[in-house]
Nanobody, 117 residues
Framework: QVQLVESGGGLVQPGGSLRLSCAAS????????MGWYRHAPGKQRELVAN???????NYADSVKGRFTISRNNAKKRVYLQSDSLKPEDTAVYYC???????????WGQGTQVTVSS
């Protein structure tokens, strides 16, 4: 059974930081591209950042320079360090795992991030 379990969300003031974590089980973690998406009310779900199995990273323009994605294959975890948070970063953040060659993909249940004073 595949599970992606996010943690680390919460309420933070503008300018603050959060570190999201996603723990994976049931997959061969090191062959999957891992990503973070977010879904804000009234908006479409969007890619925040992803990191491929080889370690290449990609970021949405809106978070470049503020967010950092990383992975620990030994621990089967992917992280999103979010700094200089803005109210517009408020959303439910989802962890994703994708294996492009097989077409397999999985989602976590999401963690709420609220940036407000």
């Amino acid at each position: 059974q595949v599970q992606l379990v996010e943690s680390g969300g919460g309420l933070v003031q503008p300018g603050g930081s959060l570190r999201l974590s996603c723990a994976a089980s049931g997959i061969i973690f090191n062959i999957y591209s891992m990503g973070w998406y977010r879904h804000a009310p009234g908006k479409q779900r969007e890619l925040v950042a992803n990191v491929t199995s080889s370690g290449s990273t990609n970021y949405a323009d809106s978070v470049k320079g503020r967010f950092t994605i990383s992975r620990n294959n030994a621990k089967k975890r992917v992280y999103l360090q979010s700094d200089s948070l803005k109210p517009e970063d408020t959303a439910v953040y989802y962890c994703s795992a994708d294996h492009l060659r097989s077409g397999l993909g999985y989602w976590g249940q999401g963690t709420q991030v609220t940036v407000s004073s």
